[in-house]
T-cell receptor
Framework: AQSVTQLGSHVSVSEGALVLLRCNYS??????LFWYVQYPNQGLQLLLK??????LVKGINGFEAEFKKSETSFHLTKPSAHMSDAAEYFC???????????FGTGTKLQVIP | DAGVTQSPTHLIKTRGQQVTLRCSPK?????VSWYQQALGQGPQFIFQ???????QRGNFPDRFSGHQFPNYSSELNVNALLLGDSALYLC????????????FGQGTRLTVV
């Protein structure tokens, strides 16, 4: 079964510092991969996705992620953190019948002024 | 475009009662998936509806059931509520069963007391 692991349930960075949120998936077949952001009491907003093609994917709000098949990873990065980036981030994978999305447990990002 | 809309936004029910949550998909979308997000957890897939039929189901008991209407809107029903059913219930819609472009609603916060 597909599983998604996010390393670090809480990450703190200073404003202007690099953001790195880690995600690993388990699948013998590379799945489609996603990063979502969730603000308090809100639904999920898609940041970016990898389906096929270029392994470096750029998303909204300056975020990007790189699909590394050899490492089964899809880490999310942003060069310079902004206060508005404080939220919870979920990595997710879609595979098999392309119907069921499996989410990681989430990483709460705190941005320190 | 109103996006995915869910109602109600908040709901309080007593243990043993039944509840119905509603979802209207984004315009042009014909597929609806439901997720349960317990506090501090990632969303867990409940089931997906396409062409008014349940197409895939996650690891949830039969107390969880659903329906999709000809206009593609959907309902999630939960019978015999347990305290553990307290969660944010998210609806996601997509065009076709492949959820590569799933859009999420803001969710319904269900509290069982």
């Amino acid at each position: 079964a597909q599983s998604v692991t996010q390393l670090g349930s809480h990450v703190s960075v200073s404003e202007g510092a690099l953001v790195l949120l880690r995600c690993n998936y388990s699948s013998s077949v590379p799945p489609y991969l996603f990063w979502y952001v969730q603000y308090p009491n809100q639904g999920l907003q898609l940041l970016l996705k990898y389906t096929t093609g270029a392994t470096l994917v750029k998303g909204i709000n300056g975020f990007e992620a790189e699909f590394k098949k050899s490492e089964t990873s899809f880490h999310l990065t942003k060069p310079s953190a902004h206060m508005s980036d404080a939220a919870e981030y979920f990595c997710a994978a879609l595979s098999g019948g392309y119907q069921k999305v499996t989410f990681g447990t989430g990483t709460k990002l705190q941005v320190i002024p | 475009d109103a996006g995915v809309t869910q109602s109600p936004t908040h709901l309080i029910k007593t243990r043993g009662q039944q509840v119905t949550l509603r979802c209207s998909p984004k315009s042009g979308h014909d597929t609806v998936s439901w997720y349960q997000q317990a506090l501090g957890q990632g969303p867990q897939f409940i089931f997906q509806y396409y062409e008014e039929e349940e197409r895939q189901r996650g690891n949830f008991p039969d107390r969880f059931s659903g329906h999709q209407f000809p206009n593609y809107s959907s309902e999630l029903n939960v019978n015999a509520l347990l305290l553990g059913d307290s969660a944010l219930y998210l609806c996601a819609s997509s065009a076709g069963q492949q959820n590569t472009e799933a859009f999420f609603g803001q969710g319904t916060r269900l509290t069982v007391v």
